[in-house]
């Protein structure tokens, strides 16, 4: 089955700055690079993703690019702002394609002021 | 706003005790999943099915656990008899079957066996 490792567990940047998040998977088949966000009390909600077909993909100040060589892939925020702070997760298909995600194990966000 | 839907949303138990949760996915929706979130091992797939029919439950326990779901319209996940070691956030998600698709989820029940 597909390995997700995420890096780093904990971030901390100052509001306006950008934050870099990065993932590896294992499985060469996998196609579909989905990132979550989650708030404290909340269930994980989609932010952005990426499909195999594309090197990156943007969304206002979220962006996601993707390695398929090298198996990783990257969020990226610019001008965080305090609402950003939450614990974000990667994804990966669970097995080639087949259905359900693997996830990497969350990486917390903090925004200092 | 089409949304997963879970009941309880919080729920404290005695050991020993038989503890069920239900999701209601999203209307249209024929994959259901159940993950379960712990600080120790993250967020783990435990069970899914497509359009009702169980298709993998090789991540949870079999001794207590069991996943049913009686309708489209809903997704039950019981465990028998609790322990402390099942204490977690129960989430269920849904969405369109195959790789690739995007999966939606509720806002998860939180578990805590005594």
């Known amino acids: 089955g597909e390995n997700v490792e995420q890096h780093p567990s904990t971030l901390s940047v100052q509001e306006g700055d950008s934050a870099v998040i990065k993932c590896t998977y294992s499985d060469s088949a996998s196609n579909y690079f989905p990132w979550y966000k989650q708030e404290l009390g909340k269930g994980p909600q989609l932010i952005i993703d990426i499909r195999s077909n594309v090197g990156e993909k943007k969304d206002q100040r979220i962006a996601v690019t993707l390695n398929k060589t090298a198996k990783h892939f990257s969020l990226h925020i610019t001008e965080t702002q305090p609402e950003d702070s939450a614990v974000y997760f990667c994804a990966a298909p669970t097995r080639g394609g087949a259905d359900g995600l693997t996830f990497g194990k969350g990486t917390h966000l903090i925004i200092q002021p | 706003d089409a949304r997963v839907t879970q009941t309880p949303r919080h729920k404290v138990t005695e050991m020993g005790q038989e503890v069920t949760m239900r999701c209601q996915p999203i209307l249209g929706h024929n994959t259901v999943f159940w993950y379960r979130q712990t600080m120790m091992q993250g967020l783990e797939l435990l069970a899914y099915f497509r359009n009702r029919a169980p298709l993998d439950d090789s991540g949870m326990p079999k001794d207590r656990f069991s996943a049913e779901m009686p309708d489209a319209t809903l997704a039950t996940l019981k465990i028998q008899p609790s322990e402390p070691r099942d204490s977690a956030v129960y989430f269920c998600?849904?969405?369109?079957?195959?790789?690739?698709?995007?999966?939606?989820f509720g806002e998860g029940s939180w578990l805590t066996v005594v």
């Open positions: 998600a849904s969405g369109f079957g195959g790789s690739g698709n995007t999966i939606y």
